[in-house]
């Protein structure tokens, strides 16, 4: 997998738990920040747990944040084979989200329907109160207004159109083995593994750069 030359003017970082604090910080610094989430898929149906919690069937994998326009992270939480070892607690995300929430910074979303699903569903706990609309934004629904005739509202077509930024196809980060269809459940590849940053970050970082 090739870094998409635009790549080469960013910052874009794998977290450590020992970062978070400094991830919360420049988000709430900034007033606003990309978020977005990496899933094992996309299948968002709650069901009670032994406990009793409502959880998403799929689940959070990694979260990627944007400060800003030239800077992303990666916290992977998830991660189920090589490189589990680089996942953050999810319960320490939450409580980071929860944090540039409580201070005011604003996230942007695209597509804020099926990301906010999950993060009120994170069996680590509730990440975010998201029933404030003040409080987010959402690129999809903006994009949407602005021309509710144009079909392709994705956030790789958007950015390759409106920021000349073509970014790297989940396709590319598994492996195709002829005859058979590729698994594409993100908690199967390496945290470590750059093209996986760069494919999450860049993300969080385009979604707040088409805000």
């Avoid at 910080?25 to 968002?44: K, N, P, R, S, V």
């Avoid at 329907?113 to 509730?126: H, M, S, T, Y």
């Avoid at 396709?171 to 996986?196: A, H, Q, R």
Wanted: proline share 5%.
């Amino acid at each position: 997998v090739e870094k998409k030359p635009w790549m080469g003017s960013v910052e874009m970082i794998l977290a450590t738990p020992e970062m978070l604090d400094t991830i919360a910080a420049e988000c709430i610094e900034a007033g606003i920040y990309g978020l977005d989430l990496e899933t094992t898929g996309l299948d968002q149906r709650a069901f009670p747990d032994d406990s009793g919690k409502l959880v998403t069937v799929d689940r959070v994998v990694g979260y990627c944040l944007a400060p800003s326009t030239s800077k992303g992270y990666y916290i992977p939480v998830r991660h189920r084979e090589n490189g589990a070892e680089a996942n953050v607690p999810p319960r320490l995300v939450a409580a980071m989200v929860k944090k540039i929430q409580d201070a005011g910074a604003k996230a942007v979303f695209h597509n804020a329907k099926f990301d906010q699903k999950f993060l009120r569903n994170e069996p680590a706990g509730q990440t975010g109160d998201w029933d404030d609309h003040n409080s987010w934004e959402d690129t999809l629904v903006l994009a949407y207004v602005r021309n509710s005739r144009e079909k392709r509202k994705g956030l790789k077509h958007l950015a390759k159109e409106e920021l000349e930024r073509e970014m790297i196809e989940l396709d590319e980060l598994f492996l195709k083995e002829k005859g058979k269809i590729p698994n594409k459940d993100f908690s199967t590849l390496d945290p470590t593994w750059d093209p996986v940053v760069w494919y999450a970050a860049a993300d969080a970082i385009n979604t707040l750069a088409l805000y």
